[in-house]
């Protein structure tokens, strides 16, 4: 989703069309491409699975943008137990799947522009009907990404987020 506002980048000076107002994740951050050869690991655009042993699904993160219909997302992995993974594979394509207890997660990307570290938040991951990622509910502590995600982020903030994935510094790489 992209918002038609548009801003001019303060780090560039170039005009953007559009507002980006998502962002994803490609693996979760233990991933490595070496995985991607053996028959143990598995990374989908909704699934990974690494050594047999660790289990992730991809979700949404949203945020409510103040003073707006918007939503801002972040599509991010989440560690499931094997057990809750085995249970949301086996009903991803059952109709009614949104009506299961949320499954803990811990966060498992890696959001550089927040500190601390977004690795290891707990969350709740709460399936959405077929076609739909999971919605990724964080646990409401102080950390600056939950707040946002209760409490909301202003266009100001998703400018800032914009300029700092546009270029990156070594600092938010």
Known sequence: MTNDLGFT????????????????????????????????????????VIQAQHYFVKGLIEIPV?????????????????????????RWDTPGREAEEPYFGWLSSDLPLYSP???NLKTHVHTRPIGQRPLIELEPTDHPLAVEQRTGITLDRIHQIAETALHPTPDNA
């Open 9 to 48: 980048c303060s780090c560039c000076g170039v005009q953007h069309l559009e507002l980006p107002m998502n962002y994803s994740t490609i693996a979760p951050y233990v991933w490595d491409e070496s995985f991607s050869d053996r028959s143990d690991c598995l990374l989908s655009s909704d699934q990974c």
């Open 66 to 90: 103040i003073g707006s219909d918007d939503v801002f997302s972040w599509a991010v992995w989440a560690s499931l137990s094997r057990e809750n993974f085995a249970r949301a594979a086996d």
């Open 117 to 119: 570290s977004t690795i």
